[in-house]
Every structure is written in structure tokens, then in C-alpha cells.
């Protein structure tokens, strides 16, 4: 079992810049890949940044150029700093580990509760 904690969320101005922290815990097996995800009231939840295969990285295009995924290990905690935020980056972040198909564990993923990021003036 794995326990995902987003925590960094919070209002702020556009041109504003916020860090994202999620915290993973519990039972943790290899390979994972842990992302960012969000969601609007009302909307699908979407792909904001995750790692991949070989160490990459995969953002958004809305994001490019203004997130960044990163982790630390010895903290078992992965980061989504964002700058030049907008209005439209508004949602409820959730952090997420996946578990590949073709995997023993997976396809499988995990999601924290999520932390709200408001950008407004």
C-alpha cells in the first residue's frame, strides 16, 4: 500500500510562483514513475508532469516552460515547482504513482488527496 501527500498549495497572484511537495510512504516497489496531475471543478482531471522511462521527463503543453518536476530520494518526496502561473492553472493538484503495465504490480496508481492551487488577482 502506498500513502501520497501533496502539501505547497495555496492562493496566489498571476506571474506568481508556488512549489508543490508530495510525500510517499508505505510500501513502495520498482519501477514506478510518479507524476503530477490536476483538475478543475467540472473538468477531466489532466496531465501536468510526470517522470518516464530513462530518467525523462513529460509535461504538459501548457506547462512547459514553467513547471518542473523533481524528486528527492532520500526524502521519498517528488516536487512540481511552478512559476508564471495563470488564472488557468487553477485545480486541485494530485500527485500520483504509477505502477507500468507490463509490470508485476501494475497497471496500477495511487493518488494523494490533492492540494488546491488558486491563481488569482
Known amino acids: 500500500q502506498v500513502q501520497l501527500v501533496e502539501s505547497g498549495g495555496g492562493l496566489v497572484q498571476p506571474g506568481g510562483s508556488l512549489r508543490l511537495s508530495c510525500a510517499a510512504s508505505?510500501?513502495?516497489?520498482?519501477?514506478?514513475?510518479m507524476g503530477w496531475y490536476r483538475q478543475a471543478p467540472g473538468k477531466e482531471r489532466e496531465l501536468v508532469a510526470q517522470?518516464?522511462?530513462?530518467?525523462?521527463?513529460n509535461y504538459a503543453d501548457s506547462v512547459k516552460g514553467r513547471f518542473t518536476i523533481s524528486r528527492d530520494n532520500a526524502k521519498n518526496t517528488v516536487y512540481l515547482q511552478m512559476i508564471s502561473l495563470k488564472p488557468e492553472d487553477t485545480a486541485v493538484y494530485y500527485c500520483?504513482?504509477?505502477?507500468?503495465?507490463?509490470?508485476?504490480?501494475?497497471?496500477?496508481?495511487?493518488w494523494g488527496q490533492g492540494t488546491q492551487v488558486t491563481v488569482s488577482s
Open positions: 500520483n504513482l504509477r505502477y507500468p503495465s507490463g509490470t508485476y504490480y501494475g497497471p496500477r496508481d495511487y
Open positions: 508505505g510500501s513502495i516497489f520498482t519501477p514506478n514513475f
Open positions: 517522470f518516464t522511462y530513462g530518467g525523462g521527463t
